[in-house]
């Protein structure tokens, strides 16, 4: 069973990763693929908090969202000031750069990851608590994109993303917008990092590197970007089909070679067959449809 | 229209492989054998070793078998991939212990040890680590445990030779930022600095670095009269081939994961006098090694990589084995706690190709470190610290 419940907490995980990421690449346009720091500030800030301080778990948990919060806000300011491509830059800077710190101090374990830290919820009301608590995170999470995406702040992204200059020209902010989605996405981050290290009580720099935004990616752009269910499709999917592959008995030979073209393959799959993912975006994929005809004779 | 076709065509491979994972799953439940899990990199950067090692614990299992398996019933081994990632590692573990419920399971990588030791001490289920040697690992609670001897054992063994055997006084330390190498470079400095020499250079390159100018010229500057390198396979021969290329000439020693074909290949002539350990006896001391070796050459046509590691991969089954017998011949039931208590019952093992094993209360193991070194192209042995 807990094997079970492990999945789902990966996935709904995922789950939250991806949807909080498409509010900030797919929404809001804004280039960034540091979305694995956050996540690595969520757990860390909580995890160090609760175990070295004795602070609360769950207090512990908000504040690492707060945390991660914080520090995209502060990644963001300065690089969103200036124009849009230098917030990858500096958000990959800051990824690779604070992971590195990390790997050298002391107090977070090193390069070695962070141990013992102390679990919450699954020792007083069982494990099935805490995948209900992951399960309605990622629920709420889904709900919040879907109703900030539809609803007019959402008009007001989309605006923004298509032009922002006939934005600015209308007298709104976009860089306070920015931010502000920006911030949101990341403190979603956090919280995730914050549930994924009470619960498996193990982290190391390692699992938050590019190969884990280069994952997150894939799980928004296979499902669907710009969709509310489409990075939910995604991380159900990438979560689950290597699990998947486990059980059809493959020979060790195959197997290993089989889960490392997995990703490659999906990606390179969908390029071809289906690039607006599996939930197209409405508007999006209607002119894709109708290009072909356009130039014949 | 196009586009429909092509979404039935793939949810019916979706569909068709969840059918198929199910018979897997049924089917793997219905026989009745004695199993137990691995869990090993088979893909990623590290599956050249971890594929290695699986076929060696495969050779080991099929053997077992031959031999009438375990008092009659055969030995059964699930194999999950890690990816050498803790994460890929905890599902993998979690999928043996409450899928396939097996009493015991052979896992390896620092990170991923760690990441599953939580998850094994929750479920009583014993994880055997099998290769990895952060000295953390003997700290992980009591349902983690190695066969394979820590950072500490040969890296003593080699920092202490070259200051007491060599009588070196000044040794660099170079090494890589991550978990092995900060570890086991501080037990160097600490060793060789009790045992009167002195550390005069100490600098870390980034795991990912492929210039080490920078801190090979330091260690040039400082002027030791040894240098030792605690890299990782990939590196280490880059790093020793960049610094003969500085025309730094100092003997240069590192640790098990340097013994390796691929170094003298790699390095031709640069490679002359690298000294590595082994914690396994070699070709030269043991007529099994000799036939196992000579197994690999005929039926996969080249030497294993990381050759001790594979010996220990091999001889991991005969310990399991050995603990199921006992188990078996009790009539205790198959599960984790009664693993353990048994195997720390027996305590010694003799394993075919890497001797006698004792597992000690601490969760550390003692082995005789095989100090090898480059001559003429060739590994031969230097030394043997006990």
Known sequence: MEYIYTLVILIALGVVLASSFNLIIGYAGLVSIAHPVFYAIGAYVSALLARDHGVPVPVA???????????????????????????????????????????????????????????????????????ALVVGVAVLTVLLTRSIAHGPYGRALSAMRDDELAFAALGRNAVAMKVAVFALGSGLAGLAGALYA???????????ELLQSAAILTMVVVGGIRTTWGPVVGAILLQALPQAITFLDLPVALLGPLQGLLFTGLVLVFMFWRPQGLVAAGEFWRPSREAPDVGRP | MKQTRSFTRRSALLAGTAALALVGASSAQAQEALRFGMAMPLSGGQATYGQDQVKAAEWAVAEINQKGGVNGKKLEMIVLDTRADPQAGIQAANRLISVEKVPAFVSAWSAVVKAIAPVANDNKVVQLSVGANSADIAKLGDYTYTTFPLADVDITA???????????KKAAVIYINNETGTVAAQIYRDVFTKAGGQVVAYEAYDPKASDWTGPLLKVRAAQPDMIHIQGLVADTPQVI????????????????????????????????????TSLAPGVTDSPAVAAYVERWKKEVGREPNGLPYTQYLYDAPYIVAAVYKSMDDKKLPMTGENFRKEMLAMRSFDLPLTGKLTINDDHTVNKPVYLMEVKDGKWTQKAVVN
Do not use: W
Not at chain 1, 85 to 112: C, M, R, W
Not at chain 2, 242 to 258: D, E, I, K, N, W
């Open chain 1, 61 to 131: 948990m908000i504040l690492g969202a707060l945390a991660a919060m914080a520090a995209s806000i502060a990644v963001a300011l300065p690089s969103l000031r200036v124009s849009g491509d230098y917030l990858l830059i500096a958000s990959i800077g800051f990824q690779l750069g604070l992971l590195e710190a990390i790997k050298n101090v002391s107090f977070t374990g090193g390069a070695g990851g962070l141990t013992n830290i102390p679990p919450f919820l699954i020792q007083t009301a069982g494990r099935e608590a805490y995948v």
């Open chain 1, 198 to 208: 009470h619960y498996f009580r193990f982290v190391t720099p390692e699992q938050f």
């Open chain 2, 158 to 168: 080699v920092a202490r030779y070259a200051a007491t055997q060599m009588g070196k």
């Open chain 2, 241 to 276: 081939a960049q610094m003969r290329q500085l025309g730094l000439t100092q003997p240069v020693s590192s640790y098990s994961a340097v013994y390796n074909p691929k170094l003298i290949e790699q390095l031709g002539k640069a490679a002359e006098g690298v000294i590595a």
